[in-house]
Nanobody, 122 residues
Framework: QVQLVESGGGLVQPGGSLRLSCAAS????????MGWYRQPAGKQRELVATITSSGNTNYADSVKGRFTISRDNAKNTVYLQMNKMNPEDTAVYYC????????????????WGQGTQVTVSS
């Protein structure tokens, strides 16, 4: 069994910062691309940022210069540092990862975390 567990969401004032974490656990062989997505209330889920196993990153235009994605491969963990936050960043944030894991053989599958609420409000 493999799972992604997110932490770090909460309430922050405009202009403030939050750091999200997502740890993968289970019979993991390797993790390829990891990323963060978000879903504002009543809207579709959208890409925030992704990072490959070698550290190449990609960001949505709306968060460039404010958010930073990083990962610790030894801990199977991805982070999202969010700075200069504004109310438009309010959403449920989901972790995503492409994980190869052991079953009877080696299997590659895409996983989602359970989501963590981030609210930006004064």
């Amino acid at each position: 069994q493999v799972q992604l567990v997110e932490s770090g969401g909460g309430l922050v004032q405009p202009g403030g910062s939050l750091r999200l974490s997502c740890a993968a656990s289970g019979s993991i062989f390797s993790i390829n691309t990891m990323g963060w997505y978000r879903q504002p209330a009543g809207k579709q889920r959208e890409l925030v940022a992704t990072i490959t196993s070698s550290g190449n990153t990609n960001y949505a235009d709306s968060v460039k210069g404010r958010f930073t994605i990083s990962r610790d491969n030894a801990k199977n963990t991805v982070y999202l540092q969010m700075n200069k936050m504004n109310p438009e960043d309010t959403a449920v944030y989901y972790c995503n990862a492409d994980i190869s894991y052991y079953t009877t053989g080696l299997t590659l599958r895409n996983y989602w975390g359970q989501g963590t609420q981030v609210t930006v409000s004064s």
